[in-house]
């Protein structure tokens, strides 16, 4: 049964999504070892020339967007036709599940490592080394990165009040007309959308795979990967398929007790007076360093780490942007930027803090050497993140509601994407998407990453991802000539 071809489809953008899909595929799965190599010297080329830029247009966003916030504008109400408004909490519910998906839990345990092993060679004693490694991935996930989601969601939610029938892609804001032009446009929006999904679920599926291998105690093998990709397939096309309101909302909410359970239940059974005194001591310094974390370059922590993480949230913007508007009818741009800002950033820096605070209390009690194992290969970033949570009382519990949360997350990410797949593949911004047209886009974010992860070709999409964020620096600059444009606009009327 072929699902019948709407008028109201933008039949540009399903075609794009397609072909980038299968273009993009067909070059890295023709040589996966060789695509993989060339995607990353073109990246480390790309990062070291726009090091600066990255760096300061970044943390110019965030003040940009705390200015409007703060300013008289920051009144102006978002309006959206034929578009739900929700509470606060659910909205927020929504942006942060949207937002992070299960790479939040992934980094929180092991990232600190990288940070230690490449600052130990350097000229840092211990304690500094270690107050560094805490302190980085606090920032590298909070507000810097959550300005860079939100500019995206208060462009579009400007030009869509201003214009009702506004398309949800690049070209739609733009008011762009020209047609070579608009496929530019949102070729750049589609291909960030898809290099994304291949990147969070090649990064995501090991890890709940290597979660059900220990708990079930049996082997990881293929059947089980499948296993995991069908479980989470039809969780989230499901959610997908019933949209926002009975799906999306629904999961969102759901995950958010659940992470706050989780993370509380770590904090009471882990060390607690440890975390608690480590993790206020992280805070102060990250307050005290922003200017220094965002502003130096040069450094193999800058280049290597924060440039990529600012490249890798450009590349991700399009979709969380594109999906925070949609859930944001009613809303101030005050009340959209700075919850955005800080929901995001609260959430993120406290599951960073509680569970890195556990990895590094295990590494220096001398219990688990994390830094020495994940350097000599002996485990991989998986093995480490279960090793930590099972050193914890009935940590088989733990480990189980830590992957249905990893689940969740990779599901409430991925149906989000499949909604704005969805909602950019219609003529207008205040049509709504069949339920059909979401279940396709949830079909197609599936087939790709599964290819890739079976078949290799992970790392090339990861490149491919941020490479893609470099022409976004000159579509970040016109978004914000459009926010400013727009307001202006919108206070003369």
């Known amino acids: 049964m072929f699902i019948k071809i709407s008028p109201e489809w933008n039949k540009t953008i399903i075609f794009l999504s397609i072909v980038l899909s299968l273009l993009l595929s067909i070059y890295v799965l023709s040589d996966p070892a060789g695509s993989s190599k060339f995607l990353f010297k073109a990246y480390d080329s790309l990062a070291t020339f726009f090091e600066p830029t990255y760096m300061y247009g970044s943390f110019t966003v965030l003040i940009f967007l705390i200015f409007i916030a703060l300013s008289k504008y920051g009144d102006i109400e978002i309006s959206l036709e034929n578009k739900e408004i929700y509470s606060f909490f659910s909205w927020g519910s929504m942006l942060f599940a949207a937002g992070i998906g299960a790479a939040l839990l992934y980094w929180s345990t092991i990232e600190w490592i990288e940070y230690f092993n490449i600052l130990k060679t350097q000229n840092l004693d211990f304690d500094s080394a270690l107050l560094y490694s805490r302190a980085y991935p606090i920032f590298h996930w909070s507000f810097t990165a959550w300005a860079i989601y939100c500019l995206p969601a208060i462009a579009f939610g400007l030009a869509i009040t201003i214009n009702q029938s506004a398309k949800l892609t690049f070209s739609g ?78 999961l969102s909410n759901f995950n958010i007790f659940l992470v706050l359970l989780f993370l509380f239940i770590v904090f009471i059974a882990g060390p607690t007076q440890y975390i608690f005194t480590k993790s206020i001591e992280s805070y102060v310094f990250l307050v005290t360093q922003y200017s220094e974390l965002s502003f130096t370059t040069g450094t193999v922590i800058s280049k290597d780490w924060t440039v990529f993480y600012w490249a890798w949230w450009m590349a991700l913007a399009p979709m969380v942007g594109a999906f925070i508007v949609n859930i944001s009818n009613g809303k101030s741009l005050r009340t959209i930027i700075l919850g955005v800002i800080f929901i995001g950033s609260i959430g993120c820096m406290i599951s960073m803090s509680i569970l890195s605070n556990l990895s590094i209390y ?55 994407t499949s909604y704005i797949l969805a909602s950019a593949s219609m003529k207008s911004s205040n049509i709504e998407s069949s339920g059909n047209l979401r279940l396709v886009f949830a079909i197609l974010l599936v087939i790709q990453p599964t290819l890739l992860m079976f078949l290799g070709g992970v790392d090339s999409f990861k490149w491919i991802m941020v490479i893609f964020s470099v022409p976004l620096l000159l579509i970040y600059l016109l978004l914000m000539i459009s926010v400013i444009r727009n307001i202006i606009a919108i206070k003369k009327t």
Do not use: H, W
């Open 362 to 416: 295990l590494f220096e009690s001398g219990i688990l050497n994390s830094p020495a194992l994940l350097e000599d290969g002996m485990l991989t970033r998986e093995q480490i993140i279960i090793r930590t949570l099972s050193t914890l009382d009935y940590s088989n519990y733990l480990l189980i509601g830590f992957g249905v949360i990893c689940i969740i997350f990779l599901c409430t990410t991925y149906d989000s």
């Open 173 to 250: 804001i733009f008011n762009v007309n020209n047609k070579f032009f608009e496929v530019l446009f949102d070729s750049l929006f589609i291909g960030a959308i898809l290099c994304g999904a291949g990147v969070g679920l090649g990064l995501s599926f090991p890890l709940i795979s290597s979660i059900l291998s220990n708990v079930l105690n049996i082997e990881r093998t293929i059947n089980l990967d499948i296993f995991t990709i069908i479980v989470c397939l039809v969780i989230f096309a499901t959610s997908a398929y019933l949209g926002i309101q009975k799906g999306i909302k629904r």
